[in-house]
């Protein structure tokens, strides 16, 4: 093994494998390793031109002789001199040693993350002979690529948060089995934030899995060119997310018409009937920011454009929601149905992801359609300027970016091809790609403050506006409870504009009682969330006026989803929320400025503002801050009407409803009827003024 200084990076040399550690960005380590002659070039999510950093890097030579049996002049006879090496960016140091064992530590000299190996007959610290190496890049025959595996030794009592959205209950990743793979209600953003003050990112969009184990933690990419990880470290989450943000991207600021309610339902079939829902929301006086145009109101997939059936004057329909002060948004599939009037060109230009074997359709759900390659600089210049002429130039500014996985029937992802590679290197960056296409054509077109919305997203999706959500998920108490562990974990992952359907997507009956209930601790909650959206199909199913329109199968739609399509009771209550939301409009305002400003998250676990409180590191995912001052502990039980809450530490509380305030450090049960969510406010912030209605 050889160890050199190459400007600001050290590189270790070992056969046929080269290994890079260099300083990226303030505190942080970017390591990559890959064999043969040059490094592939692809950044990935580590897109951001960052100030440079000097590296302290040292070299050092020592005495070593491997076998304790020799006689003392045997020894001598025996004795090696070994190389190690250390490079020191701020409050991180990578240290390697003679074998190639790579540990990283604080600025204190405590250890943070090392790799586990157990390949020697005998280590300096374990006498393990297994043969098993903390890092390999194994070829797959007859390609010239490598299934790449990384082990890290397991740290008792380390808590693991982040890697972004997973329908699971815990909050902590600790001892979880984690695909890399995206899907519809599964995100994979590979980073996370330890317990043990540090952040680490899988910077790879392969197909993989993530095994956060008691004995060691393991990284699989099973079909990729090279190594690719960041590790930072800092004294607390927000300085790990401020470093991380900075190299992967942040936010814009958030339009304005993001921080209000957004109606939507599946689905508005026509320009009329959208138009009378937004009109009674007026009549009404209710708030209303967006209201949405869902899929199937195109001619067909892969056209990109309103069927002037239904949506006979756009423009006029823009213009007067514009007059009301409500945006529109339009839903955009990646799909090409094999019949639309794009499919020929873009196939011929090479703009549609492929496939290896068999014939080329990626789904057949209402017609035969594959995917728009977003990896191809091309494909998204195509898909962006049909989609310009369509509706940006129509007076669309807002974008409902669906199937974003892309959700592929099935996914078997050793069959598809993109421009980038083959799926299995590169399918899990085709969210963030999606959201660059759009991202890039309307800043292009002079647009400031985009935001998007996606079913997906990626490590570094945040900084092309991405708005993502957490997919068709049922409505069920038990699918609310994981929103609430997802919602913090994907702000703990970099990805702070976040929302959930509320109610649920798939299975609400607005005549069920239980349903109903549900629906009002959602939305309670709703109003709560960094985006305030209300959305799913409700049962049972509208009959079709029409099964097929021009040779192409239509799509129903569900039952009304309007506040006041739940009874006049639930209506009120409701209601009361809208308002509540706009009332904290300033505060919400603010904390977008910030996300835009340091990444920081909205909603957000309990230890990111209170990380000297050891409990909030226990606490499951029940409560959360929301900003630095709001904390926010939403029912998350049917029939529920208390609830127990957990103030922390370095602080104290007041009860909105009574005013009543409270200690930090303690357990409390508090009240929590129908119409009442429990929020807690810190002493002393203005927003107290904001939730009572009494701000000037």
């Known amino acids: 093994m050889i160890f050199e200084k190459e400007a600001n990076r050290l590189v270790i040399l070992f056969g046929p494998q080269t290994m890079w550690i260099e ?68 409050k991180l140091t990578a240290r390697v040693n003679y074998e190639g064992w790579l540990s990283f530590y604080n600025e204190k000299g405590e250890l943070l993350l090392e790799e586990c190996w157990r390949n020697r007959e005998r280590l300096e610290r374990y006498c393990v002979p297994t043969r098993v190496p903390g890092r390999e890049l194994k070829p797959i025959p007859g390609t010239g690529d490598y299934r790449l595996t ?67 933690t393991v990284w699989i990419a099973e079909s990729t060119k090279k190594m690719d990880y960041f590790v930072t470290a800092a004294d607390s989450p927000a300085e790990i997310l401020t470093q991380y943000t900075k190299a992967t991207g942040r936010p814009p600021m958030m339009p304005e018409y993001g921080m209000g309610f957004w109606q939507c339902k599946l689905r508005y079939r026509t320009q009329d009937e959208l138009l009378k829902v937004a ?101 998204r ?126 299975g609400g009956d607005p ?14 909650w709703g109003a709560w969330c960094p985006v305030f959206r209300l959305h799913g199909e409700r049962q049972p199913f509208l009959p079709l006026e029409e099964e097929f329109r021009s040779g192409v199968r239509q799509f129903s739609s569900g039952q009304d989803n309007e506040l006041w399509s739940y009874g006049e009771e639930n209506y009120e209550i409701m209601k009361e929320y809208l308002f509540l939301r706009e009332r904290i409009r300033p505060y919400i305002r603010r904390l977008m400025e910030k996300t835009h400003q340091t990444g920081e998250p909205v909603m957000r676990a309990m230890f990111y503002d209170f990380p000297e409180d050891t409990v909030c590191w226990e606490l499951a995912a029940t409560q959360y801050m929301f900003g630095p001052d709001v904390l926010v502990a939403p029912v998350l039980e049917a029939g529920a009407s208390e609830k127990e809450v957990y103030l922390p530490k370095g602080a104290r509380f007041v009860d909105p409803r009574d005013d009543m305030v409270y200690e930090g450090g303690q357990w409390l049960v508090t009240q929590a009827p129908i119409d009442q969510i429990p929020v807690f406010v810190r002493e002393g912030s203005d927003v107290l003024a904001m939730i009572k209605g009494s701000a000037k």
């Open 150 to 216: 990384v082990n890290f030794e397991a740290q008792d009592g380390e808590k693991i948060f982040g890697m972004g959205q997973y329908q699971e209950k815990e909050l902590d990743h600790k001892g979880a089995v984690l695909e890399l793979a995206q899907r519809n209600s599964q995100m994979t953003v590979p980073f996370y934030i330890s317990s043990r003050n540090y952040g680490f990112l899988w910077n790879n969009p392969a197909i993989g899995t993530a095994t956060f184990g008691t004995n060691k």
């Open 511 to 524: 005549k069920s009682k239980e349903f109903q209930e549900l629906l009002l601790r959602w939305f309670a």
């Open 279 to 379: 009109r009674e929301h007026k009549r009404r006086g209710l708030p209303l920011d967006v209201i949405v145009v869902d899929f199937f109101h195109w001619t067909r997939q892969g056209d990109f454009r309103f069927d002037p059936k239904d949506w006979p004057d756009p423009e006029g329909m823009i213009r007067e929601l514009s007059q009301m002060g409500i945006a529109l948004m339009v839903s955009v599939w990646p799909t090409v149905d094999s019949s639309s009037e794009n499919f020929k060109e873009m196939n011929d230009r090479g703009y549609l992801v492929t496939c290896d074997r068999g014939v080329p359709i990626h789904m057949n759900w209402m017609g035969e359609t594959v995917f728009f390659d977003a990896t191809h600089p091309g494909s």
């Open 381 to 506: 210049e195509y898909v962006w300027n049909v989609c310009k002429k369509n509706y940006y130039d129509k007076g669309i500014r807002i974008f409902w970016l669906d199937e974003a996985e892309p959700e592929f029937g099935p996914y078997d992802f050793d069959n598809y091809r993109y421009y980038a590679g083959s799926a299995l290197q590169c399918s899990n960056i085709y969210p963030a790609m999606y959201a660059k296409a759009f991202y890039d054509g309307m800043t292009r077109a002079g647009q400031e403050n985009v935001l998007n919305l996606l079913r997906c997203c990626w490590a570094g999706s945040q900084k092309y506006g991405t708005l993502a959500w957490s997919g068709d998920v049922h409505s069920s108490f038990r699918a609310l409870r994981v929103q609430v562990q997802i919602g913090i974990n994907m702000g703990l992952s970099g990805i702070p504009w976040w929302t959930s359907d509320i109610g649920g997507f798939i």
């Open 23 to 90: 300083p990226w960005g303030e505190n942080s380590l970017r390591v990559r390793m890959f064999c043969g002659a040059e490094c592939d070039k692809n950044d990935w999510a580590l897109t951001e031109t960052l100030s440079p950093c000097q590296a302290q890097i040292q070299i050092t030579r020592r005495e070593y002789c491997d076998s304790w049996y020799y006689t003392k002049e045997e020894r001598e006879a025996h004795t090696q001199i070994l190389e190690e090496a250390q490079v020191t960016n701020g």
